[in-house]
């Protein structure tokens, strides 16, 4: 069955310095993986999917992700985090009917 | 841009009481969704809905829940008797036919007591 894993339910960054949010993956086919992410009292809204067009994947706000088959990975990243980013961000894939499939959350915190 | 609402915010109700939470899907979507995600539990499926029935629900969609689309806009999930266990917060996603990918709404927060 699809899933997918976060690695790490919280993750703290100095504002200006890269951002990590690891993802792994299990499917028995290629999936479809996105991440969104919720800020407070906000709906979860997309950041970027991976639909086998191309194997990096950039999205708004100048977050990216990687798709690797071999490490059945799907982390992202952004090169500098800011303030506004702090949020919970998920990892998502589908299963084989439209349904989503989500992963614990990773909670970012950003320091001044 | 256009955005699925979702009425009320926060619902507080007792044991054993119904309630209805409303979804105001993105105009022209076709596929409607409910999730919901207990306080420090993982988001999960509920149940998907499509040309006017339900296409696919989880284990946790009993007989207590039930959706519709009462006047072709709105996309309402009831619970008949809510339980304690109930008390979680509960999206709405609506989805165009085109695409795998789902708008959310903001989210309510329902409150058993």
């Known amino acids: 069955a699809q899933s997918v894993t976060q690695l790490d339910s919280h993750v703290s960054v100095s504002e200006g310095t890269p951002v990590l949010l690891r993802c792994n993956y299990s499917s028995s086919y290629s999936p479809s993986l996105f991440w969104y992410v919720q800020h407070p009292n906000k709906g979860l809204q997309l950041l970027l999917k991976?639909?086998?067009?191309?194997?990096l994947v950039k999205g708004i706000n100048g977050f990216e992700a990687e798709f690797k088959k071999s490490e059945t990975s799907f982390h992202l990243t952004k090169p500098s985090a800011h303030m506004s980013d702090a949020a919970e961000y998920f990892c998502?894939?589908?299963?084989?009917?439209?349904?989503?499939?989500f992963g614990t959350g990773t909670r970012l915190k950003v320091l001044a | 841009e256009p955005e699925v609402t979702q009425t009320p915010s926060h619902q507080v109700t007792q044991m054993g009481q119904e309630v209805i939470l409303r979804c105001v899907p993105i105009?022209?979507?076709?596929?409607f969704y409910w999730y919901r995600q207990i306080l420090g539990q993982k988001v999960e499926f509920l149940v998907s809905?499509?040309?006017?029935?339900?296409?696919?629900k989880s284990e946790i969609f009993d007989d207590q829940f039930s959706v519709e689309r009462p006047d072709g806009s709105n996309f309402t999930l009831k619970i008949r008797s809510t339980k304690l266990e109930d008390s979680a917060m509960y999206f709405c996603?609506?989805?165009?036919?085109?695409?795998?990918?789902?708008?959310f709404g903001p989210g309510t927060r329902l409150t058993v007591l």
């Open positions: 105009s022209n979507h076709l596929y």
């Open positions: 991976y639909t086998s067009a191309a194997t």
């Open positions: 998502l894939t589908t299963s084989g009917t439209y349904k989503y499939i």
């Open positions: 996603a609506t989805q165009p036919g085109f695409t795998d990918t789902q708008y």
């Open positions: 809905f499509y040309n006017n029935e339900i296409s696919e």
